[in-house]
């Protein structure tokens, strides 16, 4: 199934969408929407979790809008989707495998945003594309973390360095993956780490230190910094973000759980304030539901509309 | 943040001046600042909507003080109805018949395997319970040997991992082991699903059939944006929850969904993860809560700026009165009742306080509202200079007089003159020392 077919499966199950707003809109006297739907336009905005500012600037927007005569509800839809499309377009980039050899690539995020699954997912994809890869299970602090990451690197049939205790030094063990990645002409190091909220100081200063000791071995390692936010979160994903680009120098993001209720209207203010590129997106269990970014896309199926 | 609410109200406010009552027009401008925050915290916006209706009606035709801003009057209201919806903390009881089942459910990630290590230990070491624990999730890589590690890390029991088997056939061993190794409690870790998987919401009917669970908490990531009320309302529509756990409390989230989960599943809220260690859970309290979905820590500051407000001066000259042991005249008295209004009574003073409300409630209201400090202001007033100094002097006929003045009932200068003697009374004992000296308010 598409990504856009399943979205709009799961949109239509949800109550209070954009689509809501628009139940018994018949026309549009003279091109204009109503108040009372530009109200509940802006309410499923905030559903969304698009954020009070931007649900009112969209909404502002379309006020001032004047669509041709006989234009519909699914007009007015297009015009909101173009809209948000337009301000996530700059996001949608082609992921592209850094050059350097070996290319570090650090999954950072907040705990049980799902790091491990989609370095798994993405594991699994550029092996069959002929990229030689090395897993680290930087993951050293939650029971059984490196066991999951070692089940996803046996689907994919790559190698992973594992620590040999709980409670390892993730710095360390990631520099011992470094050097063997090195030696086996790894093209690819994928490294997990430990999930950390953001607040928590002494966390971000482990991670600091990964990224420091990556530094010794290559100093424009690590080559991409990849940080996953679950799309369940609400307005805090600003605060992840804001954060670990700090910490770490985030490069790009991967949003996941697309496929629950959630919409993850926030990226529209995270587009706006960090202008990140959003790589991947997460739509599902299985390994194909890890799906390029598209800003149109992404757009439809906030705004509830099918593209086929 | 708080400031930044507080502030916003008040430039709502500016053309009020601490007199009159609250119109409709003050509080729908004030209600748009505080949607604007609640929304900001993530609190779901069916749960907004009905918050601010609540508010609206409390609101309106609320008297104003002099010495605190309307805005923040306005504040203390929602203040007061955000406790209201988080609830007061329930025991989390696990005594009946050997095995006590208790299920957990949630969203991939949402921190259920972590929190199911902290409540075993916490019923193993706060409520010496005997625990096993089982897992069900079969679906996430070494999902089991997670939980097998945090088990004997911990040090309770787990039922061993079989490959292959299903949730349902696991949970029939499960309940069978518990009951040979006479378990208290069997808690089942359960995969995490999303709320419009079918199969997945199914198959958690059949082990919730079968397992007959006590308690079945939802485990809810405290960072959870809107959806939070679509999770909670699917959750408790399929699977029944009768209890509600957050997870990542200890983040720098505002924590909305805690307040839109317990309004939507009207469930109450046992648990509060606070940190990844396995001893890192707290019993729910409220406290700090509300103040955190608004911005602020607590209300503390609230009532020091109301305390700031009395007059400083008449505090220090009644102080220093007190300790040279002169004694309060009438004088002294009506200062009291007059600083005593311009706070708005003590009523609303100890509204002010957290969790002061029902309190507030309780206290007998003809006793403390604002029309019998009037009162016995008015009785102040009809009395002669020489009266009011020196009160020895009112006698019955007086009394009378001044009654008629005041027009009040002669009992109520009665209970005056003896609410006078009263407050010397205390004021020579703690000349004496034989009482702590009165905080100023």
Known sequence: MSFFSRLKQRLTKTTGGISDAFRGLVGLPNGRVEEETLQELEDALI??????????????????????????????????????????????????????????????????????????????????????????????????????????????????????????????????????????????????????????????????????????????????????????????????????????????????????????????????????????????????????FSAQDFAQALVGLGNS | ??????????????????????????????????????????????????????????????????????????????????????????????????????????????????????????????????????????YRPAAQQQLQTLAGRVGVSMLDIREGEQPVAITKRALAQAKQEEADVLILDTAGRLEVDEALMGELQQVRDLAQPTHTLLVVDALTGQVAVQVAQSFQEQIGITGLAFTRVDGDGRGGAVLSVRDITGVPIYFLGMGEAVD?????????????ILGQGDVVALVEKMQNAVNEDDAMGLQEKLMSGQGFNMEDIKKQLKMMTRLGGLGSMLGLLPGMGKLKKAIDPSKMDDKV?????????????????????????????????????VSDVNKLVKMHEQMNKMAKMMKSGKMPVMPKF
């Open chain 2, 373 to 409: 400090i009037k009162r016995q202001i008015a009785i102040i007033d009809s009395m002669t200079k020489q009266e009011r100094k020196e009160p020895k002097v009112l006698n019955a006929r007086r009394r009378q007089r001044i009654a008629k003045g005041a027009g009040v009932e």
């Open chain 2, 1 to 138: 943040m708080f400031q930044l609410l507080a502030d916003r109200l008040q430039s709502t406010f500016s053309s009020l001046r601490g007199r009159g009552v609250l119109t409709e027009d003050d509080v729908a401008a004030a209600l748009r600042e505080i949607r604007r925050a609640l929304l900001e915290a993530d609190v779901a916006l069916p749960v907004v909507k009905k918050l601010l209706d609540k508010v609206k009606a409390e609101a309106v035709g609320e008297k104003l003080t002099q010495s605190v801003k309307p805005g923040e009057q306005v504040i203390k209201i929602v203040h007061d109805s955000l406790v209201d919806v988080l609830g007061e903390p329930e025991s989390f009881s696990v005594s009946g018949t050997k095995p006590v089942v208790v299920l957990m459910a949630g969203l991939q990630g949402s921190g259920k395997t972590t929190t199911v290590a902290k409540l075993a230990k916490f019923l193993q070491e706060k409520e010496q319970k005997q625990v096993m624990l089982a897992s069900l999730d079969i």
């Open chain 1, 47 to 292: 559903l969304a979790d698009v954020g009070v500012d931007n649900a009112a600037q969209l909404v502002q927007k379309l006020q001032k809008q004047r669509f041709a005569d006989g234009a519909t509800a699914e007009d007015v839809k297009q015009w909101l989707a173009d809209q948000i499309a337009e301000k996530l377009a700059p996001c949608e980039q082609t992921f592209n495998i850094p050059t350097a050899q070996p290319a570090v690539i650090m999954f950072v995020g907040v705990n049980g945003s799902g790091k491990t699954t989609t370095i798994g997912k993405l594991a699994s994809k550029w092996q069959k594309s002929g990229q030689k890869l090395l897993l680290a299970a930087g993951d050293t602090f939650r029971a059984g973390a490196a066991d999951q990451l070692a089940v996803w690197a046996d689907r994919a049939n790559v190698p992973l360095v594992r620590a040999e205790k709980d409670g390892a030094d993730p710095a360390g063990l990631l520099f011992q993956a470094y050097e063997q990645a090195q030696t086996q002409n790894t093209n690819i190091l994928m490294a997990d780490t430990a999930g950390r909220l953001q607040n928590r100081a002494d966390l971000m200063d482990e991670l600091a230190k990964m990224v420091r000791v990556l530094k010794k071995q290559d100093e424009t390692a690590p080559h991409a910094t990849l940080l996953v936010l679950d799309a369940t979160v609400g307005q805090n994903a600003l605060s992840q973000v804001e954060t670990f680009i700090n910490i770490a120098n985030v490069t790009g993001l991967v949003i996941t759980k697309l496929d629950s209720s959630a919409k993850a209207g926030v990226v529209l203010a995270i587009a706006e304030k960090f202008k990140l590129p959003i790589y991947y997106i997460g739509v599902g269990e299985s390994l194909d539901d890890l799906q390029p």
């Open chain 2, 280 to 292: 890192a859970l707290e019993l729910y309290r409220p406290e700090g809560l509300a103040g955190r």
